[in-house]
């Protein structure tokens, strides 16, 4: 049986599109926002391929958002995602840090699905 708390917790998230996987860079990424008001969820999603991974916009090393520019996540070859504050660099596959500030410690992972070719990711509707 689930807890009030739970409950809550449930009926706050939201399913939202973010547009088609075709229209983002290979490799790219797109941000996003769920929820309204001063303190949305923010997220970004990776492409990679046809595969797509979806991570909330928080450090692990002291919780900045990753990106000072809108879109920008990953490193100049592409090959990982960095945090522009100080650095901390993460796995496009798993967001886990394994360079910088914050090594060992991990982006949180959004619940994504592509259908008919849309994505769409699932989240709280606040921080
Ligand atoms: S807040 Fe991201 S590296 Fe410091």
Redesign the pocket.
Known sequence: MMTWLQQRMIESEQEIGIGRLDEIDDPGCREFEIGEGDWPFRGFVVRQGDAVFAYQNF??????P?NWSPNKFLTKDKSAII??????TYEIETGRCFA???SGGSLRQVELSIRDGIIYVTGPTSM
Do not use: I, M
């Not at 450090?59 to 900045?64: F, L, Y």
């Not at 945090?83 to 901390?88: E, F, K, P, V, Y």
């Open positions: 450090c692990a090393h002291v919780g900045h990753l945090c522009a504050s100080h650095g901390a910088g500030p914050g």
